[in-house]
């Protein structure tokens, strides 16, 4: 139910954008070498999607906000944290402290709120280690994280992970990449240039 739900909210979100763009696993279920950014809209409209799909898919913000107290993106919750989100190409420049300071304020209260909308059990309480792993033990955060579940990015590979994890590979690609690009001050990845923010900025290759 909550999966049906994450993908509904997704599509009302969504479906003014681009109809084009509905469910991935319909529309790369056929195996396409495209299913490896299921989520990107086509390229015209990609930039026009990213920043409008984060703010517009959290109509129940307030409803599951409470997993993400522990750092309300208020100005109070980090004060050192940069105002908003990196313009475009800014986030590599950041020093760590800000990005660690952005991330506690703006990305994990925001890719919090997505993981659990997208299934509350799983996800009651989303913490840093969630992307990052052992990363946030040794401080690095490095990224991407080698202890998230591998990815093959053949397009069998790929196939593959459609019909094994069709909700999760839709939520990846429709909600995750282009929150997470959106927040980063990035494009999310465009099959057609192969540039872009996609899966492998947080999964390793198989
Ligand atoms: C939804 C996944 C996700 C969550 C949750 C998350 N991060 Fe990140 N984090 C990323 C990604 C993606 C990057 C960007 C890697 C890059 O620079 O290309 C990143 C980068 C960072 C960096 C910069 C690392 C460097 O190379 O200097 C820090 C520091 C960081 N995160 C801290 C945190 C902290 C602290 C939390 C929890 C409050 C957190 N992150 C939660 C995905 C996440
Ligand atoms: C911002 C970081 C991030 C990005 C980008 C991302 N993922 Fe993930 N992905 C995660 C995290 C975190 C988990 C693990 C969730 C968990 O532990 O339950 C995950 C889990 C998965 C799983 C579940 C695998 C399993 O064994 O249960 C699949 C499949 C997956 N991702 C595919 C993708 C695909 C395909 C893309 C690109 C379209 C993508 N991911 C992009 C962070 C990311």
Not at 55 to 79: D, K
Not at 179 to 199: S, V, Y
Request: charged share 15%; aromatic share 6%.
């Amino acid at each position: 139910m909550l999966h049906l739900m994450a993908l509904m909210n997704l599509r009302l979100a969504l479906c003014g954008l681009c109809l084009v763009a509905l469910p991935p696993f319909i529309a790369c279920g056929g195996g396409q070498p495209e299913a490896v950014a299921p989520s990107n809209p086509p390229a015209a409209s990609s930039e026009a999607a990213a920043p409008s799909a984060a703010p517009s898919s959290s109509p129940s913000a307030p409803a599951s906000a409470a997993s993400a107290a522990s750092a309300a993106p208020s100005a109070s919750a980090a004060p050192s944290a940069p105002p908003g989100p990196p313009g475009p190409g800014d986030w590599d420049a950041w020093t760590h402290e800000q990005k660690l300071a952005y991330m506690k304020a703006t990305v994990m209260p925001q890719m919090g709120q997505l993981f659990h909308e997208y299934d509350a059990k799983k996800y009651a309480e989303p913490k840093c280690v969630l992307c990052h792993g052992a990363g946030v033990n040794d401080g690095s955060f490095k990224m991407p994280n080698p202890g998230l579940p591998k990815l093959d990015p053949t397009p069998a590979g790929i196939k593959k992970l459609h019909t094994k994890f069709p909700g999760m590979v839709a939520f990846m690609g429709k909600k995750v990449v282009p929150t997470i690009a959106n927040l980063l001050g990035e494009e999310p990845f465009d099959p057609k240039t192969g540039k872009g923010l996609g899966c492998f900025e947080c999964h390793t290759k198989k």
